[in-house]
């Protein structure tokens, strides 16, 4: 009887519940855009949308090369992003299921594609100073996209695809706009780090895709690290073959040519990291004698310390690694590291200290990473390579040359930091501020939006010596499972303070044009996390 009342009960509980679901609304509107710019992101320069609109037939819509463009259909860098950016705008609904009708809007044929110069860069490498800018100009009949380089191309594309919209029955439409766009930084980079974590290749091309949508241009492989050398060296292979987590977990040259070709069709560098002389032990592991024995009363503890800097075998070994590196990473710089160098186990090595003691009573352990650092950067000078370093190396006074690049991390002072780098002449990265491994609760890409990278005191020509920034993911607590979550929108916002005017900095209409750009990123495939509560239109109309 007693289980009988509360069956009955327990049913009463679930019709009301089932009634009170009912009650509610079905389809409740999602946060629209309301800026008046519609969801671009990041904003273009220059930016007119007019109220009339054109419509766009998924079977007949084309985008093609337009007359006298320097780049034709032997183009395939241009002819894989045509590709792409249809299926951008259009694979994800369910028109193929429907019969094209007659529309009852005016028709926009195609996006007709102009490389305006002669040089066209379709077999080339992205580089620093590569031409990101373009012209754009949707009207009847055909939509018009000119640009000096397929740089410029490729972003006027992801812009023109940002435009097209789809109402509640299938339809597409993109509205009359003219455009004139082109970045302020040349530097917008994205921090990844393969060594916590091994991160497999999907991942990597996932985000490098993430990273086109957000007209990010950089990718910042930090490869090797203490944890692991997943990178396997044709010169010295011991050093993957025994540094990596295991065999699974290292990339082959033909994953990195992959990632660097996959890159390139997105107009993004890759810029590889060889940190050192410290965090460094995994490359013991596979190279013998290349790490400084730590000492303790006397004797070896059995523990090992940063690169030995006091051997001419550590500079052989160098020698012959980055001259491979060189050849494999096309990019022009190559990033040295040269952050967090532990003396501890220098200054216990009696072989480190009588080497100190013979530099004389000035010389210190600073001045001995120096020594160091010198010597990597005429290494690198030798393959014809350019260096990047944290700014560690050049607070401690490494010689550093004219061409080099100080990347600036710590997030104390670093306004002053990037006063006094660019104070002697030397160009700079900002990191400091978007560190995007410090997680919060809340909207913390807000934090990250209202950064201004020239805060700093200084003339114009030292602001101009600021190439860009980063947004960094350090791996200690990130892998494949939240690689892309972790990453975006939040990097989203980076990457506006990078490319966009120095004045837009409305935080609302920045609100609305993200939320809908997080949108249309999970609907390419990109599990970018929400901003805040509420839910995708795309939802609603293919749930």
Known sequence: MVLSEAFVQLLWLSTALAASSLRQPRHAEPPRSTSPFGPVWPLPRSIDIFPNRLQLAPKRFQIVHGPGSSAGPHCSLLQDAFRRYYEYIFGYSKWQNHDEKSLADTELAALQVIITSEESDCDKYPDISSDEAYQLSVGEPVAVLKAGKVWGALRGLETFSQLVYEDDYGSFFINASDITDFP??????ILIDTARHFLPLKSILTNLDAMAFNKFNVLHWHIVDDQSFPYQSITF???SAQGSY?????????????????????????????DSPGHTQAWGKGHKNILTPCYSRERPSGSYGPVNPILNSTYDFMAKLFKEISTVFPDEYIHLGGDEVDFSCWKSNPDVKAFVRKQG???????????????????????NKKSIVWQEVFDNGAELPSDSVVEVWMANFYEEELRQVTKEGLSAILAAPWYLDYISYGQDWMKYYKVEPLSFVGCES???LVLGGEACLWGEFVDATNLIPRLWPRASAVGERLWSSKNVTDLEDAYSRLVEHRCRMLRR???AQPLYVGFCQHEVRNP
């Open 246 to 274: 295991s065999y699974n977990h290292i990339y082959t040259p033909t994953d990195v040519r992959l990632v660097i070709e996959y890159a390139r069709l997105r107009g993004i560098r890759v810029l590889p990291e060889f």
């Open 525 to 527: 495939g990109i599990a």
């Open 361 to 383: 009573i000035w010389y210190s352990y600073a001045k001995l990473e120096s020594y160091y650092i010198d010597k990597m950067l005429d290494i690198v000078s030798s393959v």
């Open 184 to 189: 302020r930084f040349a530097h917008r980079g």
């Open 237 to 239: 292979p011991e050093l």
């Open 462 to 464: 030292q602001k101009s």
